[in-house]
């Protein structure tokens, strides 16, 4: 009696023996990362763009880092969190999770009034008359009672 030995590619808890491609090669993952370095190091460039070219660069470099920080933000959801190659059901969760998150920013963000310029520049400031000192045998701020 001979025994047939029959090797299983135990990928799936559910059909023993099934295998599924998921996600990139590793060629793919190297390509993906040397194009997040090559982001980032256009990133970091923006410090020097101001004396690069002899100008005030802030209106183009925040623009520019905002979309670029969208771009490497969705190309390691996509890929790295592999995204891109699971269930639409995860995805929805994600995308709706991103959502809320955003809405929170914003409300918090309008709720400390970082949207509008209200012209007060002194938030923090202490007061311009310091407070009294405080009388140890009276319960009323001040100074103490003569007598």
């Known amino acids: 009696m001979s025994a047939a030995v029959t090797e299983l590619d135990d990928d799936s808890p559910v059909n023993p023996g099934e295998h599924h491609t998921h996600g990139p090669t590793d060629g793919q993952y190297f390509k993906i990362f040397f194009l997040l ?27 520019v880092l905002l979309t670029l920080m969208v771009i490497k933000f969705f190309l390691v959801a996509l890929y790295f969190m592999h995204l891109k190659f699971d269930s639409p059901l995860l995805k929805r969760t994600f995308y709706v999770g991103m959502i809320v998150a955003i809405f929170v920013y914003v409300v918090a963000l309008s709720v400390m009034n970082f949207w509008g310029d209200s012209g007060t520049t002194h938030f923090n400031d202490p007061p311009i008359d310091p407070p009294a000192p405080f009388c140890a045998t009276s319960s009323k701020p001040g100074p103490c009672p003569a007598g």
């Not at 090559?38 to 623009?63: C, H, M, Q, R």
């Open 37 to 63: 370095v090559g982001l980032t190091a256009l990133e970091v460039s923006t410090y020097w763009w101001d004396d690069i070219f002899n100008a005030d660069t802030k209106k183009i470099a925040v623009p």
